[in-house]
């Protein structure tokens, strides 16, 4: 089969890759469309310590089933699914609660397995969820991200006040219009690509700032208040997001540290124990968290039509080096072999 290989830092080629073989209770993935992940960019750079090459990535995907190998779950033959691309062990007391990237032995598709840049996928049949059929390729590759999303705001939901979310990439954009529906009161997002901070704009935040700029820390104080917001949300991970959070946030407020950006940590810890912050550490989503975003978007509850664009996979190498630049004008791109 055809696939889109990663086979050098910041290379990507259409090469010939090796059918998948099945053992019993895995599934033959025909892969309609499959979304391009931070991650997938930082790994293409050289900056994943888990993307090892020559590797296929992806992990946002969407298909059809072409066949099952023994008679396990609830998909068939010409169900389209969304792939749950965590794969726990199944017998750890993390799997059991669905929580399947705590996992000890986890691995990601796309990481540590062939991922879905590739016309077909082999998946465990667990790790399939059938998809009303009217959503599409497009719509099924965005059930993996919202779920991300669903998580990250869900650790802060308790807050129920003001916060802040730094990065307004594709998770950021998400989370935004899940912290809308969810009816947190006031959103401010931080920004640095003009793109993303009209896309912010468009969608709900009521103040974007671009962080670098001058006065953008005492603008966020500002609309906060003296006492700051309830919670950030840190979408982007980099030693600057981390400081900002902490000045933002009120005491006894909540940090939510979802981004991968840097394992730098840029936190005045003295700060964060005499203030009474507490930090979270957020990763993945849960099975009921993919569930429940594959929920919201049949009831077409994201507007994504001005922030995500499709791109063949033959185009691959050429999304990536626009998507890795700090200026692009593109904020989410599926692939579609």
Known sequence: ??????????????????????????????????????????????????????????????????RVEGNHGNV???????????????????????????CRRRQLLGMHLPGGFAEYLKAPVRSLYPIPAKLGYTQGALIEPLANALHFVETARSERGPIAILGAGPIGLLMLQVARQMEFPRIAVA??????????????????????????VERLQTFFGEDGCN?????????????????????????????????????????VTRREVRLAGVYGYTRKDFERAITWVTENRLNVTDWVREARLTEGQAVFEDLARPDSRSIKVVLKP
């Open 76 to 102: 068939k033959a010409g169900d389209l699914v969304a792939v749950f691309p965590l794969i726990g062990c199944g017998r750890c007391d993390y799997c059991a609660a669905g929580r399947d990237p705590l």
């Open 231 to 271: 919670a950030v949300l840190d979408a982007a991970g980099f030693a600057a997001t981390r400081e900002l959070a902490l000045k933002l946030v009120r005491s006894g407020g909540l940090i939510v540290l979802a981004g991968l950006g840097s394992a730098e940590a840029g936190i005045d810890f003295v700060e």
């Open 191 to 216: 920004e640095i690509n003009p793109n993303r901070s009209a896309a912010a704009a468009a969608h709900g935040a009521d103040l974007v700032v671009n962080p670098t700029e001058s006065g953008a």
């Open 1 to 66: 089969m055809k696939a889109l290989v990663y086979t050098e830092v910041r290379k990507l080629e259409i090469q010939e890759w090796p059918n998948p073989q099945l053992s019993t209770g895995e599934a033959l993935v025909r892969v309609g469309a499959v979304g391009v992940c931070g991650s997938d960019i930082h790994g293409w750079t050289g900056h994943s310590r888990g993307r090892v090459p020559p590797l296929v990535l992806g992990h946002e995907m969407s298909g059809i089933v072409e």
